[in-house]
């Protein structure tokens, strides 16, 4: 058999659909793709809970400053003589 001829067998094979390499690809592709769509999921999940952790720095930032305006104007209360 010439190298040509070799080539030319290997080269058949390969082209072939159901050759091993091409289930070895399509596995690898079906792989990355599960892959992929985790990375997405994770990333997604991430975001979300930042997004919540935000959520609630700001709403005791809010409540925090909500507080301190009470307690001055307590304070400010407090300072005013009766105005009986």
Known sequence: MSVNSLVDVTM??????????????????????????????????????ISFLILIAVEEAVRRQALTERQQMLNDAALLPELS
């Open 12 to 49: 058949g094979l390969s082209n072939m659909a159901g050759s091993p390499i091409h289930i070895f690809n399509f596995h690898m592709n079906i792989r990355l793709r599960n892959i992929l769509l985790q990375i997405k999921y994770r990333f997604a999940i991430m975001v979300g809970a």
